[in-house]
């Protein structure tokens, strides 16, 4: 499978609603988004696996609360911890988002992902 696939797989037991980049308009909360925001170049020389990748995922849970969001985005980096397919490690900690215009309250953490193709 795609990395994509399998962090929806990851993530949407948790919050059914999972896209890439951005939500579609007036969607039902809470739900998250997902997006590339770099990772790692793969280095044979330092002994990595031909077809195996690095990304850096930054995802965000959207909810009425924020309190709903914090503790969704900590079920979210247990499963990706847990992983036996991502391999999923948390770069930052637990950033709080607020969405003035739509009125949502979010939880955003960025991920190192290694997946084999």
Request: charged fraction near 15%; hydrophobic fraction near 50%; proline fraction near 7%.
């Amino acid at each position: 499978m795609t990395i994509e696939a399998d962090l929806y797989a990851a993530i949407s037991p948790i919050v059914p609603r999972v896209y890439p980049d951005i939500a579609p308009a007036a969607v039902a909360r809470p739900y998250a988004v997902y997006q590339q925001v770099g990772g790692s170049v793969v280095n044979p020389i330092a002994d990595q696996a031909p077809g195996t990748r690095n990304a850096r995922m930054q995802i965000i849970v959207w909810a009425d609360t924020r309190a709903q969001a914090a503790a969704l985005m900590r079920q979210i980096e247990e499963a990706l911890i847990q992983s036996a397919v991502l391999h999923g490690r948390p770069v930052s900690a637990l950033v709080a988002r607020y969405d003035d215009a739509a009125q949502l309250r979010g939880a955003m953490q960025d991920f190192t992902i290694w997946h084999t193709d």
